[in-house]
């Protein structure tokens, strides 16, 4: 298997669906037999250039935040220590919980600025899949040979 079979493999199965159909998986042992063609193409985009968000490293951030707090350190690492319980208690759920709160829009505005003043970073170009085709193939276990089973998948 060439690099770009691995890759278009790779691909079709890190799909949307993963996390949903983790979720209807048992504990346990499972046992799988199964055949596929991938075929058709993909495109890959030229790397590009993006504001980190989600990507900052938040460890080192948080370390030089208290670190530049200077006499307040002790009081900054109390604050940002509750803030984190608090988010870790909420969840999901705590953006729209957080909405009640009537100054935090102001908050998240200059949140918001700040972020876009951070360097911007580089990532991988996008892959377009929906070139591919994925068939899955019968396996005969008395002769080796396989036939097509199922129809087109994308």
């Avoid at 790779?10 to 037999?33: C, F, M, N, P, Y």
């Avoid at 070139?131 to 008395?142: F, K, M, R, S």
């Amino acid at each position: 298997m060439n690099t770009v079979q691995e890759f278009a493999l790779s691909k079709i199965v890190k799909d949307a669906r993963q996390k949903e159909l983790r979720k209807q998986q048992s504990v346990g042992k499972h046992t799988v037999d199964l055949a596929v063609r991938v075929s058709g193409h993909f495109e890959v985009k030229a790397d590009e250039q993006y504001t980190p968000t989600a990507h900052v490293p938040i460890k080192t951030a948080l370390a030089l935040f208290v670190r530049y707090s200077g006499i307040t350190a002790p009081h900054a690492l109390k604050l940002l220590e509750r803030a984190m319980a608090l988010a870790v208690i909420l969840g999901e759920q705590g953006e729209t919980m957080l909405k009640d709160f009537a100054d935090l829009d102001k908050y998240e505005e200059q949140v918001a600025a700040m972020f876009q003043n951070l360097p911007k970073a580089k990532r991988s170009g996008k892959v377009l899949t929906t070139g591919l085709i994925v068939e899955e193939l019968a396996i005969e276990q008395a002769t080796g040979s396989e036939t097509l089973t199922a129809a087109q998948a994308a």
